[in-house]
């Protein structure tokens, strides 16, 4: 590192501050590992072995992983290990994850992850997030992660393989895709994020009074939205002494405070030997009192 003009600080100290983390950590076991991949960085170039010692540095001594613009991620266990095949990597054995921003938190409970230091990506596996920023309770609505992928410096998280919860509303788990993102402010009630949509788009065990529904189920922040699929749609059949009335059908329908509205709907009104369709109506339905 001398010969390569490397300076006291931040070089040397973020090395020796690494080691001291290590044996914190109760880690040094640890040590040949974290050296191949300080020599790993090494062999890419300055900067590569300077970003690798600040992110080894704040892991060992800070729990920090990221520090960047408005966002700062932090894990609450560092039981750790180091690869260095490709790219210089630390692998996490289970911890809980942080994102927070000055107005927002984003947390991944219990999970693993594969932090890859040159293009700060998070290689997740397993964990729970829940909807808990929007106001809705951790207990009852949550996601199960499998595998993900989270951006560091963005602050977004994909995750193809996630198990959603709504206890109390839907009685079976829903497979599908959850999206998420650490947002600078927050919004409450009116965030965006957490982001679920089903891959079925045939769920039908859910009634709103008279209502049967099939299709596929989203959330979107607090809001829970109604969706059809490529092909299909978002479908309200009404019963009247268990005969279909009338059909509503849309791409997405959303439900809020006890409402389900859509601005563009079909309707199908069924009579004893006939039916009247219309192709566009706004729709809006008041679960509660079962009014159209």
């Known amino acids: ?11 040397f100290e973020n090395y020796f501050k690494a080691i001291n983390g290590l044996v914190n950590n109760n880690l040094t076991a640890r040590f040949d590992n974290w050296h191949k991949a300080v020599e790993k960085a090494f062999s890419q170039g300055k900067d590569a072995c300077y ?11 800070d729990n920090v992983l990221l520090q960047s613009g408005g966002i700062k991620w ?14 210089a ?7 809980d994850l942080f ?9 991944v409970y219990r999970t693993t992850g594969v932090y890859d230091a040159s293009t700060e990506m998070w290689y997740g596996k397993g964990g729970k997030t829940d909807f808990t920023r929007v106001g809705l309770d951790s207990a ?10 989270l951006n560091l410096e963005s602050g977004s998280l994909s995750a193809d393989s996630a198990m959603f919860y709504y206890k109390g509303f839907i009685n079976v788990p829903l497979y599908g895709k959850l999206i998420d993102q650490a947002m600078a402010q927050s919004m409450v009630d009116k965030s965006v994020y957490p982001q679920f949509d089903s891959y079925i788009k045939n769920f039908n065990q859910l009634n709103f009074g008279r209502a049967k529904y099939t299709g596929g189920f989203a ?12 092909t299909t749609t978002a479908d309200l059949v009404f019963l009247f002494k268990n005969r279909p009335v009338l059909k509503v059908s849309a791409k997405e329908m959303v439900i809020r405070k006890d409402r389900i509205n859509t601005l563009k709907a079909t309707a ?8 009247i369709y219309h192709p566009q109506v706004e729709f809006s339905y008041r679960i509660q009192y079962q009014y159209l």
């Open 1 to 11: 590192m001398l010969d390569q003009n490397y300076q006291p600080s931040p070089h």
């Open 51 to 61: 970003s690798f010692l600040q992110i080894s540095r704040n892991v060992l001594y």
């Open 74 to 87: 932090y894990v609450t266990k560092v039981d750790v290990d180091f690869a260095s095949k490709n790219a």
């Open 89 to 95: 990597q630390i692998i996490f054995k289970q911890t």
């Open 99 to 107: 994102g927070i921003t000055p107005g927002d938190t984003l947390e």
């Open 140 to 149: 009852k609505v949550f996601c199960e992660l499998k595998g993900y992928k």
């Open 219 to 230: 959330m979107k922040g607090d809001e829970i939205v109604l969706r059809g699929g490529d």
């Open 268 to 275: 199908t009104i069924y009579m004893e030997k006939d039916s």
